[in-house]
Structure formats: structure tokens, C-alpha cells
């Protein structure tokens, strides 16, 4: 109890007491530990909103920040549509199923959808939105990527794959980050316009600060006339970022032009969302470099990553504002979402990395 624990101090000292000297010698160092942890982790999300019969799409939900995103979403009965490579996969067969049943949402399926491959964006986006009348989306929500760790060769991936003579296919950070993704809405964007115009419909494009490292060289894209700077792979990633968000103002653009066959206003909004850095997959395969001594090195340094990085729940929150966001379904859209607030693009988009 508290009162005869401060008379045994106040009578005999500190040390009277079992452990309380380097209890209270410690407490400083834990305080200012939880205060750290605090501040990495960033803004959370204080908006609640009912997604029920709402319909999402979403790249990169079965891991990191896009899993943290779609169980949100599911628990708030949101029917999910989530794209992944191989819907027969015994992983991704478990991990729908445990969704299904964790959050009692049926209205949760898997989609072949390789990002890498545009004849397989093609296949999926001519068979959704093959329906007549034109079936429901609200939201369209693109979480995946890759991020190329220092030292890794340029890899080409796409439908035409890198063949004997060292020619064909596309690098696949820009293949995976920027192609598929715009392949994708673009293919969506006359099934989004077609929403009818009370409908609040979204499209979340997933950015990082590594677009201020970026070198967007409008003139080389993939690296064909340029070395590829393998042992600065942010760079590269950095300019798939920088890219996207340019589309992503361009597409806004679009969006206002467009005249409405009803009259009505426009009532597709983008957004990019800067979720911060988080202890993703991809984040720990860019410290460890891809490598076992690199993989080991980050685990015996785990407990610094844990203090500096997000989890993929707090690096979520960025994205759930944007998708449940009162504020967000107001005003024109075309900008970005960052620690759960709107900037312009104008405070971040660093132009003088863009090479003409």
C-alpha cells in the first residue's frame, strides 16, 4: 500500500525498500523512452465512419501497411477487393479466411492482379468492370510496392521478360510502383467517373519522403541510357514516387474537367498518402540489404528500429483518415494526406529533382 510504503521511506531510507532505488533511477530513461515512441509514431486517426456497403479495391493488402489498412476496413464491414498475384495461394487462401472470421465479413475476396505484368492489370480490370449496369467502387486504395535494397542488380520484370540477349521488360520498381498502378486507373478511371454523383468515391496512391531523395529524369525513365545506381536504389524509388504523385495531381486535373453526362459535379477525389517510414517488409529488406549477415545485423539492432520506425498500424493511420475522413470528402482533393492532415504538394513536391 502506498501510505506505509512512504512511512518505511520516510523512516528507513530508500534502500529499506526491495528494487525502489533503481526503480526511480530508471524511471527518467523510461519516460523519456515512451516520450520517443510517442513522437515516432506519429498522428493517430480520431475519425470513425460506418463502411458498410462500400466497396474497395486495394493493392499490397496482404502485408505491412496495406494488411494494417484492410483490417481496419474490414472491421468496419467494407467489402474488399483485394489484388494479389496467385488468389490460390494456401497463404493468401488462409489469410482471407481468417479476415472472413475475425471481423464476420463475407464480403472479402482475392483477385489475380500482378502489378508487374500489365496483360494481367488488363485481365482483371476488363473482367470488373464488365457488368452491366456498372457495379459499385468507392474507393480504389494502392498500398503495394517495391523498394530495391543497395547492391542489387537492375531487375526486369513485365510481360516481357529479360531474355538471352539482356533486352525486354521494365525495371521493376517503376514496373510494380508507377505502371501497374497507373495501368490500373486508367483502365478504372470510366467506371469511377460513372459513380453516381452523391456517391463519396476515393483513390488513395501510397507515397514516402524517399520522393525528396528521387531523380526524375523525364528523358530516361528506366535507366536505359543511364547507369543504374544500384548502391542508391532510392533514387530509382524515390523517382516512381515523385512520378506517382505527379500523375496523381494530373488525374485530379482530369477529374474537375471532366463534364458529367448528368450535369453534376465531379465526385472523385485523390489523394496521396505519406504514411511515414514503418518496420515493413520492404523496409527491413532495405536495412538488411537482402542478405543474411545484413538480416542479422538488423535483428541485434531491432530494439533502435523499434524506437525510430512505425509499426505498419501506426503507418496505416495516414491511410484511414484519407479513406474515413469527413474533411476528406470535401473540397477538390489533389493533395496529399500526411500524420493524418492535408498539405499542398506545393510544400513538398521538391521540383528541382524532376531532370528535362
Known sequence: MPVPLIAQVYYDGITSVPYLLPIIKALPWITLLVI???????????????????????????????????????????QLIL????????????YITDLRARHNNDLIFAEKCDLSSLHSVRLFATKFIDNSPPRRLDMVICCAGVMAPPGVEKRLVGDTREDASGKGGVEEQWAVNYLGHVHLLELL????RVQPMDRDVRVLLATCPSYLLGELDVNDLLHSARPYPKWAPWRVYGATKLALMTYAVETQRRFHEYKRPDGGKNQVRVFCVDPGVSRTLGT????????????????????????ILKSPESGAQSFLTAAMSIECARGEGGVMIKECKKHKYVSFLNTSRILH
Open 36 to 78: 520517443l515512441k510517442f513522437f515516432f509514431n506519429g498522428t493517430q486517426n480520431g475519425n470513425e465512419r460506418i463502411m458498410h456497403s462500400r466497396v474497395a479495391i486495394v493493392t499490397g493488402g496482404t502485408s505491412g501497411i496495406g494488411a494494417a489498412v484492410v483490417n481496419e476496413l474490414a472491421a468496419r464491414g467494407t
Open 83 to 94: 489484388l494479389v498475384r496467385d488468389p490460390s495461394d494456401i497463404f493468401t487462401v488462409d
Open 189 to 192: 478511371m470510366p467506371l469511377l
Open 284 to 307: 527491413r529488406r532495405w536495412i538488411s540489404m537482402g542478405s543474411i549477415p545484413g538480416l542479422l545485423a538488423y535483428l541485434l539492432t531491432w530494439p533502435l528500429w523499434w524506437l
